[in-house]
């Protein structure tokens, strides 16, 4: 079945420079990844996501890049600032379209 | 249009209770599911429910039942309570369809003493 791995588990970074998580998945079946915000304290939420038939994909400062020969797909967030700060879900999907997740990373955004 | 909403948010049970953690969905979604999230962990399907009438096991299914009860209501039952379910338990839903956005509930958080 499908296995993501998310690295790394902790990420600390200055405000204004970039962050990038990458994710690695084991099926390559696996056609849909997205990636949720977690705030401290709330609920996950969607921030972006990307299908297997596309490369790149980008929202303000925001971008998901899929190698899908390597099997790994990334999170890059330019221009970090405060609210940046969250722990952030890759996922892939299994043979059922149910995802499975990434045990996270914690970004923290230094001042 | 509240959602994803979950009761409680947060209770203390003694080992050996049982309860009955609460969902609801206004958004007309198909499919409803429950996660736990423990530290270090990240989100762990416990159960799901790709429409109504139907439920299947995820993850970590054990110690756990589930009810499906309408389309619009999914509920979480602990028969008997152990300390390894302290957790943050997530109810969500989406279409169903793929590559659709789930939306979560709030959490509920469990401590169980």
């Known amino acids: 079945g499908e296995n993501v791995e998310q690295h790394p588990s902790t990420l600390s970074v200055q405000e204004g420079d970039s962050a990038v998580i990458k994710c690695t998945y084991s099926?390559?079946?696996?056609?849909?990844f997205p990636w949720y915000k977690q705030e401290l304290g709330k609920r996950p939420q969607l921030i972006i996501d990307?299908?297997?038939n596309v490369g790149e994909k980008k929202d303000q400062r925001i971008a998901v890049t899929l190698n899908k020969t390597a099997k790994h797909f990334s999170l890059h967030i330019t221009e970090t600032q405060p609210e940046d700060s969250a722990v952030y879900f890759c996922?892939?999907?299994?043979?059922?379209?149910?995802?499975?997740w990434g045990a996270g990373t914690k970004l923290i955004i230094k001042p | 249009n509240a959602g994803v909403t979950q009761t409680p948010k947060f209770q203390v049970l003694k080992t050996g209770q049982s309860m009955t953690l609460q969902c609801a969905q206004d958004?007309?979604?198909?499919?409803m599911y429950w996660y736990r999230q423990d530290p270090g962990m990240g989100l762990r399907l416990i159960y799901y429910?790709?429409?109504?009438?139907?439920?299947d096991k995820g993850e970590v299914p054990n110690g756990y039942n589930v009810s499906r009860l309408n389309k619009r209501e999914f509920s979480l039952r602990l028969e008997s309570a152990a300390p390894s379910q302290t957790s943050v338990y997530f109810c969500?839903?989406?279409?169903?369809?793929?590559?659709?956005?789930?939306?979560f509930g709030e959490g509920s958080w469990l401590t169980v003493v």
């Open positions: 990307i299908r297997s």
């Open positions: 958004m007309n979604h198909n499919s």
């Open positions: 969500a839903s989406s279409t169903g369809s793929f590559g659709n956005t789930i939306y």
């Open positions: 099926d390559s079946a696996s056609n849909y």
């Open positions: 996922a892939g999907t299994d043979s059922n379209y149910q995802l499975i």
């Open positions: 429910s790709a429409s109504e009438g139907t439920t």
